[in-house]
Structure formats: C-alpha cells, structure tokens
Nanobody, 120 residues
C-alpha cells in the first residue's frame, strides 16, 4: 500500500491540527492503521492506531485525551485530530499499517511524512 501523509504545519501550543493519510490500494480497508512520529534526534514512536472497522482505537499515554484517530474506508483515508498541542508533539508524523503498537514489519514505504511544529 502507498501512503501519503499531509496536514502538518506550524501551530502555537494549545492549538489544533488535523492530519490526513491517503492510501492507494484496494486492501486499505483491511489494514489496522497507525500513526507514528519521530522527533529530531529521537527514535520513531507510536502515537495511535485504529482497527479496520474503526471501532477500536489505541493511543500512546502521551497523547491520550488530546488526539483522536479515525478513518474513512470509502475514502481510503485515516485521520489524526490533534488538540491541545504541546511543544513536545513537534515531530514528523507518519502513517503506516500497524501490528499492535508497532508498524507492520513488512512495511518499508515510509515516505516523507508530514512535519508538525508546535511553538511555545
């Protein structure tokens, strides 16, 4: 599956952004999808994940209550609504097929992601 993340930008602390991840491929709706992020000088980390049905979601403790993951299988798109943003949320955000709180090991097409910068 080919994925393209978008919607990042510069926002002040306390602000909001909504990221989108558009997928190309007929099997998108069967994937458990996740958002991951990588801050400068740090390893990539799990942010949120959603089952193929959209019924079950999982969040990292650091974003729980502030971020909401959702998906529209008809549009082959997964979203990440980010509210109450903090400077520590600054990172490049990626979407990927997930396996629990990890990216699927067979997924390698990370692309450029979308940069979120939160100013204090």
């Amino acid at each position: 599956v080919q994925l393209q993340a978008s919607g990042g930008g510069l926002v002040q602390a306390g602000g909001s952004l909504k990221l989108s991840c558009a997928a190309a491929g007929r099997t998108f709706s069967t994937y458990f999808m996740g958002w991951f992020r990588q801050a400068p000088g740090k390893e990539r980390e799990f942010v949120a994940a959603i089952t193929w049905s959209g019924i079950t979601t999982h969040y990292a403790d650091s974003v729980k209550g502030r971020f909401t993951i959702s998906r529209d299988n008809a549009k082959n798109t997964v979203y990440l609504q980010m509210n109450s943003l903090k400077p520590e949320d600054t990172a490049v955000y990626y979407c990927a097929p997930a396996s629990g709180r990890n990216p699927r090991p067979d997924f390698t097409s990370w692309g450029q992601g979308t940069l979120v910068t939160v100013s204090s």
